[in-house]
């Protein structure tokens, strides 16, 4: 019955990620096993790739090898591994399998397969079980006689990937795609896959863009995104960050000047645009650049032509220009702070980064990823969210974003060793330890309230009661439906329109 399962699964049309997705879940009750989880390899690190039976937040997770020894014994053989119940080595996913609230509970039965694709290790899948016993000599067999559908499914939906990037890659150059890069990037929401197809449409155009979005969304990470998938890609990626640039310097830092051109300039110097000539010069926080270095801006970007400082002779450079800022420039330009020239030369595709709280559950992915970070960073054995810490990470505004989730997410897992927590064992965080502003763990999970402003908790009203519910049921069908708005709306029997209202009207989208 598993083998007709996975083959057709392997003959059907279904998207690439669905199809991963299908494949674990197949596995996993097939197995009879708690969790089962395939990960890619991406230069010295195991990356989820699909996951069945593991918390949210595994997904935002990189397993570096060398420091899991579990999983670089599997990545070293061509054969299944069986891990005993007694093996001493640590389970990576220890207290990440889905359990009972509050139950942090060991992986007691592990046993791995690596995959190859063409010949070259892609990267491995793992089955865990909480029972001992629960794998077998037999299972073992089972396993390497299905890694070859398994490495098929992962070649299909490699081949799905590579022709759908070249049917996006808008070149006029007829060069091969580069391989995929590392996930920089993590979520899967769908505000945020939308905004990964819409940059990766606009990557091939060499257009100018402008990146808008608040204070630690992460704009870098979608302006290199934007220079890896477009035909500069070879080329330099410049960056220069206007803020910290001194007015009496910003001219010479751009532009360039000759030997003696000012006091101190004793010797000749290239500027960020002759650095990033045939590239792509990266302008984070424009909105911050004085207004004469805007005209000077300006001028280059019309001509296509630089002159250093001190120089008579203008240089010719070929730069793709990308500007991030979180201001609204559309206001300075009002107000006379931002030349209007130069801003619709720059906007000529505008593009909005989320703030994080319009993400859903991409906070908890992110979360993950922050999580592994430090439990490599403080040399502990696990590190994991408590479902109430998920609740008040989801429930918070997050002002700061991505950056200020980072800084949560370290701030309570050092103040949980503080707490007298133990490195050896699974350390799990709870709300009152992530520390958010103004906010304290309320009795039974939900709403928060600030302490200084009552005497105790405050019971969140029957609306909130509700409205977390229905947040709630709404990420769980759309994680189940693969993000399809559609097939979550059929899944919860609603009118997908109303889907989308309601969804709007608590935060989700």
């Known amino acids: 019955m598993l083998d007709e399962t996975l083959l057709a699964d392997l003959v059907a049309d279904l998207p690439s990620a669905v199809?991963?997705?299908?494949?674990?879940?197949?596995?996993?009750?097939?197995?009879?096993?708690?969790?089962?989880?395939?990960?890619?390899?991406?230069?010295?690190?195991?990356?989820?790739?699909?996951?069945?039976?593991?918390?949210?937040?595994?997904?935002?997770?990189?397993?570096?090898?060398?420091?899991?020894?579990?999983?670089?014994?599997?990545?070293?053989?061509?054969?299944?591994?069986?891990?005993?119940?007694?093996?001493?080595?640590?389970?990576?996913?220890?207290?990440?399998?889905?359990?009972?609230?509050?139950?942090?509970?060991?992986?007691?039965?592990?046993?791995?397969?690596?995959?190859?694709?063409?010949?070259?290790?892609?990267?491995?899948?793992?089955?865990?079980?909480?029972?001992?016993?629960?794998?077998?000599?037999?299972?073992?067999?089972?396993?390497?006689?299905?890694?070859?559908?398994?490495?098929?499914?992962?070649?299909?939906?490699?081949?799905?990937?590579?022709?759908?990037?070249?049917?996006?890659?808008?070149?006029?150059?007829?060069?091969?795609?580069?391989?995929?890069?590392?996930?920089?990037?993590?979520?899967?929401?769908?505000?945020?896959?939308?905004?990964?197809?819409?940059?990766?449409?606009?990557?091939?155009?060499?257009?100018?863009?402008?990146?808008?979005?608040?204070?630690?969304?992460?704009?870098?990470?979608?302006?290199?995104?934007?220079?890896?998938?477009?035909?500069?890609?070879?080329?330099?990626?410049?960056?220069?960050?206007?803020a910290a640039l001194p007015e009496s310097l910003a001219e010479s830092e751009l532009f360039g000047h000759v030997k003696g051109a000012f006091s101190g300039a004793t010797a000749e110097r290239a500027g960020r645009f002759e650095a990033a000539d045939g590239g792509t010069l990266f302008l984070d926080e424009v909105g911050e650049l004085s207004l004469p270095i805007q005209a000077k801006l300006l001028r280059a970007l019309q001509e296509g032509e630089v002159q250093r400082l001190g120089e008579d002779i203008p240089r010719r450079v070929d730069v793709r220009i990308l500007a991030a800022t979180n201001r609204r420039l559309a206001d300075a330009v009002r107000d006379g702070s931002f030349r209007a020239d130069l801003y619709h030369r720059l906007s000529v595709y505008p593009v909005a980064i989320p703030p994080l709280r319009e993400r859903g559950s991409d906070i908890l992915v992110l979360a993950g990823h922050f999580l592994e970070i430090n439990r490599v960073r403080l040399g502990v054995r696990s590190l994991r969210l408590s479902p109430e810490a998920e609740e008040a990470l989801l429930g918070y505004a997050w002002p700061g974003n991505v950056r200020e989730l980072e800084h949560v997410v370290s701030r309570a897992a050092i103040k949980a060793l503080s707490r007298g927590a133990r490195r050896d064992d699974i350390i799990t965080l709870v709300p009152e330890w992530l520390d958010l502003p103004g906010l304290v763990q309320q009795r039974g999970g939900g709403a928060l309230e600030d302490p200084e402003r009552a005497e105790e908790p405050v019971q969140p009203t029957l609306r909130e009661r509700v409205e977390q519910t229905q947040r709630r049921a709404i990420r769980e069908a759309l994680d189940a439906c693969q993000g399809s708005w559609a097939a979550a709306a059929r899944r919860l029997e609603l009118d997908p329109s109303n889907l989308h209202k309601l969804a709007r009207r608590l935060g989700l989208k």
């Open 19 to 242: 199809r991963l997705q299908r494949l674990v879940r197949t596995l996993r009750e097939g197995f009879r096993c708690g969790a089962v989880c395939l990960l890619r390899l991406e230069e010295n690190a195991l990356v989820p790739m699909a996951v069945d039976g593991l918390v949210r937040e595994a997904l935002g997770r990189r397993f570096e090898v060398a420091h899991h020894p579990r999983l670089a014994t599997i990545l070293a053989s061509r054969r299944t591994t069986l891990f005993p119940p007694d093996a001493s080595l640590p389970d990576p996913y220890d207290g990440l399998v889905e359990q009972q609230p509050g139950q942090p509970l060991h992986v007691h039965d592990c046993m791995g397969i690596s995959l190859h694709v063409e010949g070259e290790p892609w990267g491995v899948l793992t089955l865990d079980a909480l029972e001992a016993g629960t794998f077998d000599a037999a299972d073992r067999t089972v396993l390497e006689r299905y890694a070859l559908l398994i490495e098929a499914a992962v070649r299909v939906s490699r081949l799905e990937r590579d022709l759908r990037a070249l049917r996006m890659a808008r070149q006029d150059s007829g060069l091969p795609l580069s391989a995929p890069e590392a996930r920089d990037i993590l979520g899967h929401s769908a505000v945020l896959t939308r905004l990964l197809r819409e940059l990766d449409v606009v990557a091939g155009a060499d257009l100018p863009v402008l990146l808008s979005g608040e204070t630690g969304v992460g704009k870098e990470l979608f302006a290199r995104r934007l220079h890896r998938r477009s035909g500069r890609r070879d080329a330099p990626l410049v960056q220069v960050n206007c």
